[in-house]
Structures are given as structure tokens and as C-alpha cells.
């Protein structure tokens, strides 16, 4: 079956622009989440969504990051005013929800430079 | 969730078996060692995870020691494309959630 999906693939963007990021989960799968990966980093952790369960936020950088999920499946990642320290890849999981241990499949990322 | 440590790189040769070691010796008695890697330019993806017992999949096999205090990934017949940084992950359902916390991986080469 289709696996997690991301785009735009790359993006490019001046410092001080809004991005928006988007992510396709796994069709059934009630949990969500957003990492990124800075050049030569490890993955961060940034939010994670379960069901109708306010979002764990705790990862956020900043004020400047928010997400939302839609209807339970589709979630948008939004980057304000951006910065050159947000260049990184974004990456997006999902997993069924069913337990806190489900296995998280990865989409392959958004590659976000910001000039 | 407990701390892991792997070797930074490793290499092997095309068709043998790659051993990739990683020791979790705080590891608590309801937490798990998940296995992902992470090919270039790609999201991480899932490989093998266990708690106590060995385990095998199409993918790879599992050996954890007894004391659970570590454990080796095996590629039987590692191939170019398995090529990747291979991370361990000691994973329980406690209060950090069900995120992924990802260390430094280790790097593995498969050399023709």
C-alpha cells in the first residue's frame, strides 16, 4: 500500500517568508509526527499528534512553528518568518496509534534551504 | 527512554554477513531496542525491534544478550544498497511519548 507522503519534495525559500509543509499519512494510521534533521544531525523531535488528543507540542523551537492535522489525516507543518537555521529536512511519520510503541514509518522528507 | 551507544562507522563486504553492535546497559525491564536505518537522502525506515527474545525478518535478525544489556543487528548478506547509517533505539511507552529519540548511528559501508 502507499506508504507517508511529503511535499513539496525541496523548497526554497527567502529568510522571512511563511512555508508550509505538508504531510499524507499512512491511510488508517491515527498518529502523526514531525521531525526534522539538520546537515549531519540527528532526527528532533518536534510535535505528535494521537487521534483527537491535543497535540504533544513540547518539540517546537519556536513560536514561529505550528501544525495542524485535518480531519484526523493530513497535517500541515507552518514555519513563519523564517530563519537560516531552519534549513533542514522535515521529516513526517505515522503509526497505527494502537499503543505507544507502534512502529513509525518515515515519508522522505521536505528539504527545506532558506537563503 | 534509555541511552544507547553504537560504533560511528563500520565496513563490510558485499555478500557477508554485517554485525552492527550496540550497547543499552541502563536499559529497563519494559523497554524495547528498535532497529531503523537511514539510507542517503531518504526518510529513516523501520527494520527490527524486540524486547527479550531474538527475532528474525525478511530485513535482518536480532540478537539480544540475556542481561538485555545489548545487542547486534545482522545483515546476513549484506548487499551496495543496504549502504546506510543504522541506528539502535531503547524505546519504552513512558513519559516521553512515542516519539523516536535518535542518536549518532552508526555508518555502515557494504564495499563491492
Known amino acids: 500500500g502507499a506508504g507517508v507522503s511529503q511535499s513539496p519534495s525541496n523548497k526554497v525559500t527567502e529568510k522571512g517568508k511563511d512555508v508550509e509543509l505538508r504531510c499524507d499519512p499512512i491511510?488508517?494510521?491515527?498518529?502523526l509526527y514531525w521531525y526534522r534533521q539538520s546537515l549531519g544531525q540527528g532526527l528532533e523531535f518536534l510535535i505528535y499528534?494521537?487521534?483527537?488528543?491535543?497535540?504533544?507540542k513540547s518539540g517546537l523551537p519556536s513560536d514561529r512553528f505550528s501544525a495542524e492535522r485535518t480531519g484526523g489525516s493530513v497535517s500541515t507543518l507552518t514555519i513563519q518568518r523564517t530563519q537560516q537555521e531552519d534549513s533542514a529536512v522535515y521529516l513526517c511519520?505515522?503509526?497505527?496509534?494502537?499503543?505507544?510503541?507502534?512502529?513509525?514509518?518515515f515519508g522522505p522528507g521536505t528539504r527545506l534551504t532558506v537563503l | 527512554d534509555a541511552k544507547t551507544t553504537q560504533p560511528t562507522s563500520m565496513d563490510c563486504a558485499e555478500g557477508r554477513a554485517a554485525n552492527l553492535p550496540c550497547n543499552h546497559s541502563?536499559?529497563?525491564?519494559?523497554?524495547?531496542v528498535y532497529w531503523y536505518r537511514q539510507i542517503h537522502s531518504q526518510g529513516p525506515q523501520y527494520i527490527i525491534h524486540?524486547?527479550?527474545n531474538n527475532e528474525t525478518n525478511e530485513m535482518a535478525s536480532l540478537i539480544i544478550t540475556e542481561d538485555r544489556k545489548s545487542s547486534t543487528l545482522i545483515l546476513p548478506h549484506a548487499t551496495l544498497r543496504d549502504t546506510a547509517v543504522y541506528y539502535c533505539?531503547?524505546?519504552?511507552?513512558?513519559?516521553?511519548?512515542?516519539?523516536?529519540?535518535f542518536g549518532e548511528g552508526t555508518q555502515l559501508t557494504v564495499n563491492p
Open positions: 511519520a505515522s503509526s497505527t496509534g494502537t499503543s505507544g510503541l507502534d512502529t513509525q514509518y
Open positions: 491511510s488508517g494510521h491515527t498518529a
Open positions: 499528534f494521537q487521534g483527537n488528543s491535543a497535540p504533544d
Open positions: 541502563t536499559i529497563s525491564g519494559n523497554e524495547y
Open positions: 524486540g524486547l527479550k
Open positions: 533505539i531503547v524505546r519504552g511507552d513512558g513519559t516521553s511519548g512515542s516519539r523516536l529519540t
